[in-house]
């Protein structure tokens, strides 16, 4: 079946600029995750969304960052007004359920910004 | 604070070879490990997983060893093939709460002909 997909899969904004990131999850995986990779670093946790529970926003390095998830399904990311350190990949990861650990991951969005 | 360390960032290994990662890790609370492994241009694929209460899981050519003790998860490749040539995720989670990773930050592995 389809796996978890991201949009755009590059992306140069200029600082000040609004971005949205784009990802859509397996279908009926019910987690769905945002992390980034900064250059030369790990996998950074951004923000969680389980169901219909109020999503876990605490990876969200500032106020800049949101991220919705409608109907349970596609989620967005957006970072306002956006820095140079906010360039990095940005990934998205949905997983089937709470007693699933495993989770998959998009080809991420390559986010630059000059 | 660093609490899934990737110690060696790059490991280089004969094809046939056996090829070992490590992992170490600080918080004692993770009950389950995993390891990803990337290719550029590709997010990270699922590639094998261990609970806390297991010592070892093997999946084909693949095995993960836990040593809770000693905070210290291992990946062994036997025998490495040159499409093993990845960058290489060690990340942990809890199984309570969000259930997100932690990542380690990655072993470039090179599997030489």
């Known amino acids: 079946g389809a796996g978890v997909s991201q949009s755009p899969s590059n992306k140069v904004t200029e600082k000040g600029k609004d971005v949205e990131l784009r990802c859509d999850p397996i279908?009926?995986?019910?987690?769905l995750y945002w992390y980034r990779q900064s250059l030369g670093q790990g996998l950074e946790f951004l923000i969680y969304?389980?169901?219909?529970?109020?999503?876990?926003k605490s990876g969200l390095p500032s106020d800049r960052f949101s991220a919705e998830r409608t109907g349970g399904s596609v989620s967005t990311l957006t970072i306002q007004r956006t820095q140079q350190e906010d360039s990095a990949v940005y990934l998205c990861?949905?997983?089937?359920?709470?007693?699933?650990?495993?989770?998959?991951f998009g080809p991420g969005t390559r986010l630059t910004v000059t | 604070d660093q609490q899934v360390k990737q110690n060696s960032p790059s490991l280089s290994v004969q094809e046939g070879r056996i090829s070992i990662l490590n992992c170490d890790y600080t918080?004692?609370?993770?009950?389950?490990f995993l390891w990803y492994k990337k290719y550029p241009a590709e997010g990270p694929t699922f590639l094998i997983s261990?609970?806390?209460?297991?010592d070892k899981n093997e999946d084909g050519r693949f095995t993960v060893f836990l040593n809770k003790s000693a905070k210290h998860l291992s990946l062994h490749i036997v025998p490495s093939q040159p499409g093993d040539s990845a960058v290489y995720f060690c990340?942990?989670?809890?199984?309570?709460?969000?259930?997100?990773?932690?990542f380690g930050t990655g072993t470039r592995l090179t599997i030489i002909p």
């Open positions: 990861a949905s997983r089937k359920g709470r007693t699933v650990h495993e989770q998959y």
């Open positions: 279908s009926g995986h019910t987690a």
């Open positions: 969304f389980q169901g219909n529970s109020a999503p876990d």
């Open positions: 918080n004692s609370m993770f009950d389950y």
């Open positions: 261990i609970s806390s209460i297991k």
């Open positions: 990340a942990a989670s809890f199984n309570f709460g969000n259930e997100k990773l932690t």
